[in-house]
């Protein structure tokens, strides 16, 4: 069956301007993470969606980044007035039902985003 | 509170060596722990996982990792290299209870193999 996907896959964006990032999950999978990943370093958690809803949205590192979620599937992360360092590959990853601890994550391919 | 600590940023093995990548984490809570490995241009994918259950997990392509409470390790080994292994590797440490249920990665080690 199909994967993780998101797009667009890579997104070269100017400083200011706003973007949006999307992501479909497995069918059926009803937690979904988003993950931001800058050279050289670890996965920083984002936002967890269980369902349409986020119990946890610690790591978003602004309010300029937002995310939703929508009939328990497709995601869109949000960045509003871009920065430089918002400059990442941002990964997107969904498990299927479960106790989440024990739960594999499965991962989308990431959007590469760059701001000029 | 849970952190994860991979010992090498950088691994340097020849074909048909040995592999160790190390991993050390600290949880508040008895965890569940994966190794995950990252081809450039792709997405992570699961190699194995420890949920409490046997201490050696065996994984995908020829890995495995053993479950070391006392040291607090989970290290990935592999008896013998391919070419193919070269990628990021993840050590990922999920707190089973809590109430948390978001897993910490740590920074990744790259595993380069010669021919």
């Known amino acids: 069956g199909a994967g993780v996907s998101q797009s667009p896959s890579n997104k070269v964006t100017e400083k200011g301007k706003d973007v949006e990032l999307r992501c479909d999950p497995i069918s059926g999978h009803t937690a979904l993470y988003w993950y931001r990943q800058s050279l050289g370093q670890g996965l920083e958690f984002l936002i967890y969606?269980?369902?349409?809803?986020?119990?946890?949205k610690s790591g978003l590192p602004s309010d300029r980044f937002s995310a939703e979620r929508t009939g328990g599937s497709v995601s869109t992360l949000t960045i509003q007035r871009t920065q430089q360092e918002d400059s990442a590959v941002y990964l997107c990853?969904?498990?299927?039902?479960?106790?989440?601890?024990?739960?594999?994550?499965?991962f989308g391919p990431g959007t590469r985003l760059t701001v000029l | 509170a849970q952190s994860v600590t991979q010992l090498d940023s950088h691994v340097s093995v020849s074909e048909g060596t040995p592999v160790l990548l190390r991993c050390n984490y600290s949880s508040s809570y008895s965890p569940s722990l994966f190794w995950y490995v990252q081809h450039p241009n792709k997405g992570l994918q699961l190699l194995l996982k420890y949920t409490s259950a046997a201490t050696l997990v065996k994984g995908i392509n020829g890995f495995e990792a053993e479950f070391k409470k006392s040291e607090t390790s989970f290290h990935l080994t592999k008896p013998s290299a391919h070419m193919s292994d070269a990628a990021e590797y993840f050590c990922v440490v999920s707190p089973v209870g809590g109430g948390s249920y978001i897993p910490t990665f740590g920074r990744g080690t790259s595993l380069i193999v010669h021919p």
């Open positions: 990853a969904s498990s299927p039902p479960g106790l989440e601890v024990y739960n594999e994550q499965f």
């Open positions: 969606f269980q369902g349409n809803s986020a119990p946890d």
